[in-house]
Structures are given as structure tokens and as C-alpha cells.
T-cell receptor, first 112, second 114 residues
Framework: QKEVEQDPGPLSVPEGAIVSLNCTYS??????FMWYRQYSRKGPELLMY????GNKEDGRFTAQVDKSSKYISLFIRDSQPSDSATYLC????????????FGGGTRVLVKP | GAVVSQHPSRVICKSGTSVKIECRSL??????MFWYRQFPKQSLMLMAT?????????EQGVEKDKFLINHASLTLSTLTVTSAHPEDSSFYIC??????????FGPGTRLTVL
């Protein structure tokens, strides 16, 4: 079993819909949780960074962390075709030297 | 967010030559940087952790003599692929760690070895 599980998709939604992404993890030592967006042939772009259970909102993006359930989510409101990309969840522990443990990524396609 | 650059963005070289890739943190200092490689439609694979002023730490299965890493300053880490072969062709990406434990990635370098 992988440390971080993420549905690979593809997830196809119409423009304007809410995109819902999630990851589950098994290591309770993870302290920091991130969501990255990666376009084809580009480096990942940091979207959200959280370190405690609860919600964090930034523009159209909302990240949720539930440490008791070992579950994190990312919601994208009012999705646009430009949101079509692969979304990666990632987690770190300081004890592991801040190495990122990635989910496998979910490919999202927003159709106009 | 913070900005990390990589140079070159794309390189094509002949088999047997060495290639150097630079990773720079442009607006912050990074004592720790990471090097990844990524194959098409796969997630990033961590190759090594680069620490300023000390030797890099390599992941299991990554040849340190093949992939030389130097982190000479707080804003620059370099990865040199020595005696490159076609199987080394890949997308190489670096990331830099901020003081808040955020990791920002560079745009990546596409290496093609002929």
C-alpha cells in the first residue's frame, strides 16, 4: 500500500463546475500538506499549503485537512478550461528531512 | 509565491557527454534543494537532497557518481549528469525549500541524449 493514495482520474467536469480532489494517507507523522498543479512539460506549481486540520481558502481554491481521518481535499470553484492539469497532493514530515511524499496525481479536464 | 529557475530548459547532447543543470532560488535563500526526475505520465521521483555546504544525500538506487550535485551557495544547486546515455533522457526538476517548509519547483529541464 502506498503512503499516499490519490485517484489518477481523469476527472472531467464542465466549465463552471466545482472540482473535488482528495488524497488519503497512512502515515500519521505527516505534518504539512500541499497541493500542486502541474501542466504538461512544466514544473509543479504550489497552490495550497496547510499544516493543521481544517479549511484554508485562497481565491477559487479551498484546501481541507482532516488529520483524524488522514484525508485531505482540494476544491476548485468556478472551474475554467485553464484549470485542466494534473493535481498532485504532497505531504512532508520534518523528521524525514522535509522530503515530499506525493500522491500519484489526478488528471483534471475542464471542458468549455 | 517564491520563484525558482532552472537552466537550461531543454538540452540535447550526444551519448557520453556530461550535462550540467542549474537550479536557482531567485528571491529567497534555500539551504535545502531537491532534485527529481519525471518520466511521461508518471509522478516525480526524488533523486537526491542537496544541502548547502555539504554533500548531497542520494535516494536508494540513484548513482551518486552518475548524478553529481553541488550546492555551492544559498541560491544555487547544480546537477551534472556525467557520461550521459539515452536512458538518462528525462525531465529533471528541482525544488527549493523555504524557511516555512514550503517547496517551490523550477520549470524543469528536458534532457535528450542521442
Amino acid at each position: 500500500q502506498k503512503e499516499v493514495e490519490q485517484d489518477p482520474g481523469p476527472l472531467s467536469v464542465p466549465e463552471g463546475a466545482i472540482v473535488s480532489l482528495n488524497c488519503t494517507y497512512s502515515n500519521s507523522a505527516f505534518q504539512y500538506f500541499m497541493w500542486y498543479r502541474q501542466y504538461s512539460r512544466k514544473g509543479p506549481e504550489l497552490l495550497m499549503y496547510t499544516y493543521s486540520s481544517g479549511n484554508k481558502e485562497d481565491g477559487r481554491f479551498t484546501a481541507q485537512v482532516d488529520k483524524s481521518s488522514k484525508y485531505i481535499s482540494l476544491f476548485i470553484r468556478d472551474s475554467q478550461p485553464s484549470d485542466s492539469a494534473t493535481y498532485l497532493c504532497a505531504m512532508i514530515t520534518e523528521a524525514a528531512g522535509n522530503k515530499l511524499t506525493f500522491g500519484g496525481g489526478t488528471r483534471v479536464l475542464v471542458k468549455p | 509565491g517564491a520563484v525558482v529557475s532552472q537552466h537550461p530548459s531543454r538540452v540535447i547532447c550526444k551519448s557520453g557527454t556530461s550535462v550540467k543543470i542549474e537550479c536557482r532560488s531567485l528571491d529567497f535563500q534555500a539551504t535545502t534543494m531537491f532534485w527529481y526526475r519525471q518520466f511521461p505520465k508518471q509522478s516525480l521521483m526524488l533523486m537526491a537532497t542537496s544541502n548547502e555546504g555539504s554533500k548531497a544525500t542520494y535516494e536508494q538506487g540513484v548513482e551518486k557518481d552518475k548524478f553529481l550535485i553541488n550546492h555551492a551557495s544559498l541560491t544555487l544547486s547544480t546537477l551534472t549528469v556525467t557520461s550521459a546515455h539515452p536512458e538518462d533522457s528525462s525531465f529533471y526538476i528541482c525544488s527549493a525549500l523555504t524557511s516555512k517548509n514550503e517547496q517551490f519547483f523550477g520549470p524543469g529541464t528536458r534532457l535528450t541524449v542521442l
